[in-house]
């Protein structure tokens, strides 16, 4: 049996299902639609006027990725973010990177930038907190076609004529492998995830030593909004949640002090 939906005016570019009914379709102009009725109707979530959607992701039922390029030869120009079941859509970064991009969780992403036929290079673009990414070259004379990743450290790369590549970022270590090591030496703030976020957002963080810890939010005057930690604490990995509600959107800074160390990161409320 075939049924012919209605016309959605932009060229697919990709799929993603969350379940039997709900499910979301990448096009041209920016366009991402969904569906809660097993794609009988379709309803429009993004406004037109920029790159095509080219590549969706969702970590579970709340939280996914939309990826835009140029084209599936030009670079990835920008990554948005949704934390309501694709209701709404947030720009989150830019990138360069080719069209291929996979996370292995909700921190631990990669994106597969190829030259294409006239430069023949592979370089993997790496992102550790969802948002931030940084561009490793490998020094491989040929052009990827598609890209996996295995965990949060190990990605394969199929190039042309069969080959395939398998790409180790030597650089993670994961807070299992530190606190399994006992390897926590350095002070380390991390920036929040998610973020921008509604209403609330995780703060990681990792002592080298134990002693009293202070961290504060500020809003964007540098007025005090709230205290999250005031009190000692042992050395190691740690984790603190900021819950925004009643506070309006905008940008927030969260100052973390212990001992002879301090750190700030910035903090986006999206309302």
Same mark, same amino acid.
């Given at each position: 049996?075939?049924?012919?939906?209605?016309?959605?005016?932009e060229n697919?570019?990709g799929?993603?299902?969350?379940?039997?009914?709900?499910?979301f379709?990448?096009?041209?102009?920016?366009a991402i639609?969904?569906?809660?009725?097993?794609?009988?109707?379709?309803?429009?979530?993004?406004?037109?006027?920029?790159?095509?959607?080219?590549?969706?992701?969702?970590?579970?039922?709340?939280e996914? $990725?939309? %990826?835009?390029?140029?084209?599936l030869?030009?670079?990835v120009?920008?990554?948005? @973010? =949704? +934390?309501d079941r694709g &209701?709404?859509?947030?720009?989150?970064?830019s990138?360069?990177?080719?069209?291929?991009?996979?996370?292995?969780?909700?921190?631990?992403?990669?994106?597969?930038i190829?030259?294409?036929?006239?430069?023949?290079?592979?370089?993997?673009?790496?992102?550790?907190?969802?948002?931030?990414?940084?561009?490793?070259?490998?020094?491989i004379?040929?052009?990827?076609?598609?890209?996996?990743?295995a965990?949060?450290s190990?990605? $394969?790369i %199929?190039?042309?004529?069969?080959t395939?590549?398998?790409?180790?970022d030597?650089? @993670? =270590? +994961?807070?299992?492998? &530190?606190?399994?090591?006992?390897?926590?030496?350095?002070?380390?703030?991390?920036q929040?995830?998610p973020?921008?976020?509604?209403?609330?957002?995780?703060?990681?963080?990792a002592?080298?030593?134990a002693?009293f810890?202070?961290?504060?939010?500020?809003?964007?005057?540098?007025?005090?909004?709230?205290?999250?930690?005031?009190?000692e604490?042992?050395?190691?990995?740690?984790?603190?949640?900021?819950?925004?509600?009643?506070?309006?959107?905008?940008?927030?800074?969260?100052?973390?002090?212990?001992?002879?160390?301090s750190?700030a990161?910035?903090?986006?409320v999206?309302?």
């Amino acid at each position: 049996m075939v049924k012919i939906y209605i016309n959605l005016n932009e060229n697919p570019n990709g799929i993603k299902f969350l379940d039997r009914l709900t499910g979301f379709l990448a096009g041209n102009n920016m366009a991402i639609f969904k569906t809660t009725d097993g794609g009988l109707t379709w309803n429009r979530k993004t406004q037109g006027g920029g790159y095509p959607i080219v590549g969706l992701h969702f970590f579970n039922d709340m939280e996914g $990725y939309a %990826f835009t390029s140029g084209s599936l030869t030009y670079p990835v120009r920008n990554v948005y @973010y =949704t +934390s309501d079941r694709g &209701e709404t859509w947030s720009e989150k970064d830019s990138m360069p990177a080719f069209g291929f991009v996979d996370f292995f969780n909700r921190q631990n992403g990669m994106a597969l930038i190829s030259g294409g036929y006239n430069d023949p290079s592979i370089t993997i673009g790496v992102s550790r907190d969802g948002g931030e990414w940084y561009k490793e070259d490998l020094p491989i004379p040929l052009t990827g076609t598609f890209m996996k990743m295995a965990d949060p450290s190990t990605a $394969y790369i %199929f190039g042309q004529n069969g080959t395939i590549i398998r790409f180790k970022d030597m650089s @993670y =270590t +994961s807070i299992e492998d &530190e606190e399994t090591a006992g390897i926590i030496n350095t002070f380390s703030l991390y920036q929040n995830y998610p973020n921008p976020f509604n209403p609330e957002t995780v703060i990681r963080f990792a002592l080298p030593e134990a002693g009293f810890v202070k961290g504060v939010v500020y809003d964007i005057l540098g007025r005090e909004v709230t205290t999250l930690l005031n009190g000692e604490m042992n050395s190691g990995n740690h984790e603190v949640k900021f819950d925004a509600v009643g506070l309006s959107s905008g940008v927030y800074f969260f100052r973390l002090e212990a001992g002879k160390y301090s750190s700030a990161i910035k903090m986006v409320v999206n309302k």
